[in-house]
């Protein structure tokens, strides 16, 4: 526990933290699923199928090849299509045809080194290649590397490898999809490198390897993801025997959302504004938007520890939760042990553009999480923020307890900023109590329930996440950085479950399965 002499840079530290995502729901509680979504364009200009002719032998060399990348990803030569930049940039625009013609159907690879621009990896070829590239080339294991620096192919030379790497059945398998079709394997320094600051929610996904496959106008992608390297996973670790299903796709559900031009305008422009609420502006346009038939974003897990455990194992939140809002680590253990179901919504009146719910279940005992609550509204109240409650009216009709709800002045006005509510148990339909949160929307009595119709992903599925991408990009939620694509995907599914041999609920990899609809 931290002492006194750390309470103030600890307290600041937590409302820091907690401000932030106050101040920008949407980003902090999906964006740990959203990491995903990059991966994924990296391989919409492959649409072939690969073919099953390659060797383990071919694999395990390109293992002890790409030791040390922070990224591998591999696709297949269509010659009908245009040769890559990487190849033109690396090459004279004759040898990147002929290799582009002559490589046709093969597999190729870009990888990433620690630091630098990315690096090709060609298979074996006769097309005789400029004497120019000579410094920057790699001929290894039947492998030509082509490095976009000589620093870079450099260090790679004096990098020690071992001749004896012995990977996990689940390493091996992720080399087996990098020879046989498209996929990628990252680390979590490629990771850092999309999720920034963000980083620590995605400690579950820190390290992962997907085979994808596109069939028209649908991306799937299938694979590994974990908080420690494929290579240290246990040999009893497989891919499940029962794949779930994923939730269909459907990509007619939402109806066109109409942000304003002021927003529009906005939107295209990098800036650091909350991307939950409105810039104001007097010569705006009416803000009234067509509301979406579906969430934003849907999520139910059995767990919330894959997207909160990393930020609160860190001793300084924890500490602090501890010390300034009477949360004690046994009941952060019990509350990260917890089904979670969280939801984004467009809203359509005052200063946001989007409003999160999030359900927590309880233990049977609810007194340490009143008296928790009543800790953090003390909190929250020094802070500026004016409290009031409001009755729940449950969907029979009847009495249904009271929210919380925590308002801020802004420009002489009052804007709600979310607030709280306790949900009893209800014994007849064997539903424990319910801890639900709310932020720029006001919490309210009705039984939490996903598209699915229930509020927990069904066993033996450990997350199911539903979003819709083009939604949030016209809302201006998802920000310039992310690819085209993906930004204009009217939907993305997918789901989390236990890898066969499995011995506890907590295991550090998972299996993943997911479907994003390209436009």
């Known amino acids: 526990?931290?002492?006194?002499?750390?309470?103030?840079?600890?307290?600041?530290?937590?409302?820091?933290?907690?401000?932030?995502?106050?101040?920008?729901?949407?980003?902090?509680?999906?964006?740990?699923?959203?990491?995903?979504?990059?991966?994924?364009s990296l391989w919409l200009n492959d649409r072939r199928s690969g073919t099953e002719s390659d060797s383990s032998t071919t694999a395990d060399s390109l293992l002890h090849v790409s030791e040390g990348m922070q990224m591998v990803q591999s696709f297949r030569v269509d010659a009908a299509k245009p040769v890559p930049a990487l190849w033109t940039k690396l090459f004279d625009p004759k040898t990147a045809s002929e290799l582009w013609q002559q490589l046709d159907e093969q597999?190729?690879?870009?990888?990433?080194?620690?630091?630098?621009?990315?690096?090709?990896?060609?298979?074996?070829?006769?097309?005789?290649?400029?004497?120019?590239?000579?410094?920057?080339?790699?001929?290894?294991?039947?492998?030509?590397?082509?490095?976009?620096?000589?620093?870079?192919?450099?260090?790679?030379?004096?990098e020690a490898r071992s001749s004896n790497i012995v990977p996990s059945p689940l390493e091996a398998q992720c080399f087996?999809?990098?020879?046989?079709?498209?996929?990628?394997?990252?680390?979590?320094?490629?990771?850092?490198?999309?999720?920034?600051?963000?980083l620590p929610l995605l400690q579950s996904a820190s390290y992962g390897c997907f085979s994808l496959e596109l069939k028209g106008t649908l991306l799937s992608w299938s694979g590994v993801v974990g908080s420690r390297p494929l290579r240290q996973a246990s040999k009893r670790l497989a891919p499940p025997d029962q794949p779930a299903e994923i939730p269909s796709l459907n990509t007619t559900a939402s109806k066109p959302v109409?942000?304003?031009?002021?927003?529009?305008?906005?939107?295209?422009?990098?800036?650091?504004?909350?991307?939950?609420?409105?810039?104001?502006?007097?010569?705006?346009?009416?803000t009234k938007k067509t509301a979406s038939a579906a969430p934003l974003l849907e999520?139910?897990?059995s767990s919330s520890r894959s997207l909160l455990g990393a930020m609160l194992n860190r001793p300084l939140i924890r500490d602090g939760l501890e010390e300034d809002y009477g949360l004690p680590p046994t009941l952060q253990l019990e509350l990260l042990d917890a089904p979670l179901f969280l939801k984004v919504i467009q809203v359509d009146q005052g200063p946001f553009?989007?409003?999160?719910?999030?359900?927590?279940?309880?233990?049977?005992?609810?007194?340490?999480?009143?008296?928790?609550?009543?800790?953090?509204?003390?909190?929250?109240?020094?802070?500026?923020?004016?409290?009031?409650?409001?009755?729940?009216?449950?969907?029979?009709?009847?009495?249904?307890?009271?929210?919380?709800?925590?308002?801020?002045?802004?420009?002489?006005?009052?804007?709600?900023?979310?607030?709280?509510?306790?949900?009893?148990?209800?014994?007849?339909?064997?539903?424990?109590?319910?801890?639900?949160?709310?932020?720029?929307?006001?919490?309210?009595?009705?039984?939490?329930?996903?598209?699915?119709?229930?509020?927990?992903?069904p066993d033996p599925v450990q997350l199911v996440l539903s979003m819709q991408p083009n939604d949030l990009e016209q809302l201006g939620l998802l920000g310039s950085s992310w690819p085209r694509p993906v930004r204009m995907a009217r939907q993305l599914n997918l789901i989390l479950q236990p890898l066969a041999g499995s011995a506890t609920r907590h295991e550090d990899w998972s299996w993943m399965r997911g479907q994003l609809a390209v436009p």
Request: hydrophobic share 40%; aromatic share 6%; glycine share 6%.
């Open 176 to 198: 087996q999809y990098l020879k046989k079709g498209s996929a990628v394997l990252w680390t979590p320094a490629a990771l850092a490198s999309m999720a920034g600051p963000m």
């Open 107 to 158: 597999i190729w690879w870009q990888a990433w080194p620690q630091e630098g621009d990315p690096l090709l990896i060609l298979p074996e070829t006769t097309v005789v290649l400029p004497s120019a590239t000579a410094p920057l080339r790699r001929e290894i294991e039947g492998f030509t590397l082509v490095f976009a620096d000589l620093l870079n192919a450099v260090t790679f030379d004096q």
């Open 353 to 457: 553009l989007a409003g999160v719910q999030l359900d927590l279940q309880l233990p049977a005992d609810t007194k340490r999480v009143v008296s928790a609550l009543n800790s953090a509204g003390e909190k929250l109240k020094e802070g500026g923020l004016q409290r009031r409650e409001k009755k729940l009216i449950s969907p029979n009709g009847r009495p249904a307890g009271r929210a919380v709800l925590w308002f801020e002045k802004h420009d002489e006005k009052e804007r709600l900023l979310g607030g709280w509510t306790l949900i009893n148990a209800d014994d007849a339909k064997k539903r424990p109590a319910q801890l639900r949160l709310t932020l720029a929307t006001s919490p309210h009595a009705k039984a939490s329930s996903s598209a699915s119709g229930t509020a927990l992903p």
């Open 299 to 301: 999520m139910s897990s």
């Open 258 to 286: 109409k942000p304003s031009s002021a927003k529009q305008s906005s939107s295209k422009k990098t800036t650091s504004k909350t991307p939950t609420s409105k810039k104001p502006s007097s010569k705006a346009p009416s």
């Open 1 to 40: 526990m931290a002492g006194s002499s750390t309470s103030g840079p600890v307290k600041a530290r937590v409302h820091d933290v907690l401000r932030w995502v106050r101040t920008q729901p949407l980003t902090s509680l999906a964006i740990a699923f959203l990491v995903v979504i990059p991966l994924t």
